[in-house]
């Protein structure tokens, strides 16, 4: 009759097996995360323990005697093990996975010699004058492995203790339970024969389960946190002009360079841990798979910007399976200037080739015939267009060089009055009006300012179709770092195709715009960091907004 200890010691052995063979599934259903493998392989590891614990109960309780030492070196066999993987989960989760190489790894096992060792003594029929030695070869071995696996064992703790303390997403309770998942079962076999009702082992094995159930449904154990010295300092090169941020495997900041933390304002530190599409505005909507490619536009300490993006996997040493990196490095590399460049090289190419050309067309047929005074005027108006295209196109070329110095206060309240004064005393006909605050003063580019609004208004005014065109310039702080500047009027708006060249950033031989002006404000506007908008006025013309982006004094 089996007894009343032996009865719950079989509950909880099965119980302890049932809950570390669910973990252990769990895991290996993750194992494309770069650290469910080794979790896997130590949760396996003690369900093996549990599994022989709890066969061996059942076979001592019916009185099979012949396949106690199966089950007896099956315990055994596990609890050699047990060091072994769990040095290997460490590494990995902190890591340090290119220390676990497959070399260290097979060296280490070699502590379950003592295991087969045992076996052959057991079911061999040699006498006690051969297996005496062979046994005590067997304990001296496990005595030296055991030493080094337990050196090997307090550095894989102090790894996890180091990145608890470390990182803002481990938690010392994590790794406290993960901890005491792997040293229950040993430690609390010492009181084997002190528990009154069963053993320290099942304790053990059962609070194993408990611990490791806990750990993957409440913490990332299954991830892996590469520590930020380990993975950037030693693969990236620290003075890359580059923006450059490592990714954990939940897009959470491993570390960053300090080009990242200048460009998306972040302190030394203050980005780790950090959802990256927290930290970096304009990411939203962006897959960051390994390999990908592509450009974003990103809100930065220099306004928003243009950046063409690379994301390259991070790889243990020992492997080379591009599905599942420890870490993923994400390169951002400004390209706004460059695409402003082509841009303006594109427009200007245009210019040179079609209106200029165009025009002097226009003068060589005209030249035949200066004794005709309407040709000698179609002459000096055709001449004149073309020499106030070229005054356009060089003053455009020197405001965007200047808009590439370093930026200056600026008082954008005086910038409207400025450019509506200049109006309104060039035009007694037109109607310049302001709303705008007593004072709004921002970091940027004065004379910049005063050509683009410039442009605007003169557009507005040059195209009015009323003998009274009215344009209303005005002025609001939309956020702490961010203002609005508006030019409305009254006239037949801006051409949709006009706005679509704009949008689309290029031209061609057949789809061209018929100047520089909204190019030049275009450019002029992204340079300064901030967007330009347009849309319809209400009841008629359109309404020109500039948004930039600085924090305001």
Same mark, same amino acid.
């Given at each position: ?22 973990t ?15 979790f896997?392989? /130590?949760?396996a ?18 009185? $099979?005697?012949?396949l =106690?030492?199966a ?5 055994f ?24 190489? !497959?070399?260290r ?16 003594? #057991? ?10 030695? #062979?046994?005590?070869l ?6 030296l ?11 894989? $703790? ?53 611990f ?5 449904r ?12 380990? $993975? ?24 960053h ?22 930290v ?12 990908a490619?592509g450009?974003?536009?990103l ?15 991070? =790889? ?13 490095? $994400? ?13 303006r090289l594109?427009?200007?190419? !245009? ?8 025009d /002097? ?22 001449t *004149? ?7 356009k ?7 965007? *060089? ?5 930026p200056?206060?600026?008082? #954008?309240?005086?910038v ?5 004064d ?12 302001l709303?705008?605050?007593? =004072?709004?003063?921002? /970091?940027?580019?004065r ?16 195209h ?31 051409? =949709?195709?006009e ?10 031989q ?7 002006? /909204? ?13 330009i ?21």
């Open positions: 009759m089996v007894s009343v200890t032996t009865l719950l010691t079989l509950v909880l052995e099965a119980l302890a097996s049932v809950i570390l063979c669910r252990t599934w769990r895991a290996y259903r993750s194992r494309e995360q770069p650290s469910a493998e080794p896997a392989v /130590l949760s590891t003690l369900t093996v323990w549990a599994v022989s614990s709890l066969g061996a109960t059942v076979v001592s309780a019916v009185t $099979v005697q012949f =106690e030492p089950f007896d070196v099956a315990q066999g596990a609890l050699l093990f047990l060091p072994i993987a769990w040095i290997v989960y460490a590494l990995s989760y902190a890591g340090r996975g290119i220390m676990a190489t !497959r070399k790894i097979v060296l280490l096992s070699g502590i379950v010699l003592p295991v087969v060792i045992g076996v052959i003594a #057991l079911v061999s029929d040699a006498s006690k004058t051969v297996v005496g030695p #062979l046994i005590g067997a304990f001296g071995w496990t005595v492995y055991g030493f080094v696996l337990f050196l090997y064992v307090l550095y894989a $703790v102090y790894l996890l203790v180091d990145l608890s303390w470390g990182h803002p997403r481990v938690s010392v309770t994590q790794i406290t339970l993960l901890t005491a998942s792997v040293a229950a079962p040993s430690f609390l076999s010492v009181a084997e024969n002190n528990t009154p009702l069963v053993g320290g082992t099942t304790l053990g094995l059962l609070l194993s389960g408990v490791l159930t806990a750990s993957i409440r913490y990332p154990v299954l991830t892996g946190f590469p520590k930020a010295d380990y $993975v950037a300092r030693t693969r990236v090169v620290e003075t890359l002009q580059e923006a450059l941020v490592v990714l954990d495997w939940d897009d959470h900041v491993l570390d360079n300090e080009a990242a933390a200048e460009l998306f304002g972040g302190s030394t530190g203050g980005m780790i841990g950090e959802p990256i599409r927290a970096i505005d304009g990411l939203d909507g962006t897959e960051l798979p390994t390999g490619t450009t974003v536009a809100r930065t300490s220099k306004g928003r910007r243009r950046f063409q993006l690379s994301v390259s996997a991070v =790889e243990e040493a020992t492997t080379n399976d591009e599905d599942n990196p420890v870490a993923r490095t $994400v390169l951002f590399r400004d390209i706004t200037d460059r695409e402003t460049r082509e841009q594109a427009v200007l190419n !245009r210019i040179l080739r079609h209106n200029v050309r165009n /002097l067309d226009v003068v060589l047929a005209y030249a035949d015939h200066v004794d005709d005074e309407e040709l000698r005027t179609g002459i000096r108006e055709s *004149t267009n073309l020499l106030e295209l070229s005054n196109v060089r003053e455009a070329e020197a405001v965007m *060089t200047e808009s590439t110095d370093s200056e206060s600026v008082d #954008l309240t005086d409207l009055s400025t450019v509506a200049q109006f309104r005393s060039g035009s007694d006909s037109a109607d310049i009006s709303a705008c605050p007593d =004072e709004m003063v921002i /970091l940027s580019h004379t910049v300012l005063l050509r683009v609004l410039s442009e605007l208004v003169e557009n507005s005014l040059e009015a179709t009323t003998d009274s065109p009215r344009v209303e310039l005005s002025l609001r702080a939309v956020a702490d770092d961010t203002v609005e500047i508006s030019v409305a009027d009254d006239g037949p708006g801006i051409p =949709e195709r706005r679509d060249l704009l949008a689309g950033g290029t031209e061609t057949l789809e061209h715009g018929q100047g520089i002006g /909204l190019w030049f404000v275009n450019w002029a506007v992204t340079q300064l960091g901030g967007e908008r347009f849309r319809e006025n209400d009841p008629e013309g359109s309404i020109v907004t500039i948004r930039l982006y600085s924090s305001i004094r």
